[in-house]
C-alpha cells in the first residue's frame, strides 16, 4: 500500500495517536482540525467566527504540506458543538472555496475535543 504520513510546523501537533494527514493512491485524508494556534498551541475562543477560520487555516497549511489547495478538496466533515452557529461558520466556511464547492455534512455533536465550538476535517485529491 501506498501510504505517506503529512505532518507540518504550521498546523496544530495531533493531540493523540494520529496524523495530522495520510496521502495514499492520490488521495489526502486529513484529520479533524480544532481551533488551535500552531505555533502555542493555545485555543482561539473569541467566537465561532474566528474559531472556523482558525480551523480552516489549520487545514489550509496541512494542505498546502502537501502541495495542493481548497480547490483539490472533495469533501468535508464539519462536527459542531450547536446548529445555531451554522450560518456563521458555514459564512466562514464558504470563502474559502470557490463557486465549486466540496461535497459536505455538518452534524452536531454533543461534545468536541478540547470542548471547542466545531472541528472540520477534509479528504481531498493529490492530482
Same mark, same amino acid.
Not at 455534512?105 to 470542548?115: A, I, M, R
Given at each position: 500500500?501506498? &501510504?505517506?504520513?503529512?505532518?507540518?510546523?504550521?498546523?496544530?501537533?495531533?493531540?493523540? /495517536?494520529?496524523?495530522?494527514?495520510?496521502?495514499?493512491?492520490?488521495?489526502?485524508?486529513?484529520?479533524?482540525?480544532?481551533?488551535?494556534v /500552531?505555533?502555542?498551541?493555545?485555543?482561539?475562543?473569541?467566537g465561532?467566527?474566528?474559531?472556523?477560520?482558525?480551523?480552516?487555516?489549520?487545514?489550509?497549511?496541512?494542505?498546502?504540506?502537501?502541495?495542493?489547495?481548497?480547490?483539490?478538496?472533495? &469533501?468535508?466533515?464539519?462536527?459542531?458543538?450547536?446548529?445555531?452557529?451554522?450560518?456563521?461558520?458555514? &459564512?466562514?466556511?464558504?470563502?474559502?472555496?470557490?463557486?465549486? /464547492?466540496?461535497?459536505?455534512?455538518?452534524?452536531?455533536?454533543?461534545?468536541?475535543? &478540547?470542548?471547542?465550538?466545531?472541528?472540520?476535517?477534509c479528504?481531498?485529491?493529490?492530482?
Amino acid at each position: 500500500m501506498d &501510504k505517506k504520513i503529512i505532518h507540518t510546523g504550521n498546523a496544530p501537533a495531533a493531540i493523540g /495517536p494520529y496524523s495530522q494527514a495520510v496521502a495514499s493512491n492520490g488521495m489526502l485524508f486529513v484529520s479533524g482540525q480544532i481551533p488551535f494556534v /500552531p505555533e502555542t498551541m493555545e485555543l482561539v475562543s473569541s467566537g465561532i467566527q474566528d474559531e472556523t477560520h482558525r480551523v480552516m487555516k489549520n487545514l489550509e497549511a496541512i494542505l498546502e504540506e502537501a502541495g495542493i489547495g481548497f480547490d483539490h478538496v472533495l &469533501k468535508c466533515s464539519i462536527f459542531v458543538a450547536d446548529m445555531g452557529d451554522f450560518a456563521s461558520i458555514n &459564512k466562514v466556511y464558504g470563502s474559502y472555496f470557490g463557486n465549486q /464547492p466540496p461535497a459536505r455534512e455538518t452534524v452536531e455533536v454533543s461534545t468536541l475535543p &478540547k470542548n471547542v465550538h466545531v472541528e472540520i476535517s477534509c479528504i481531498a485529491t493529490l492530482a
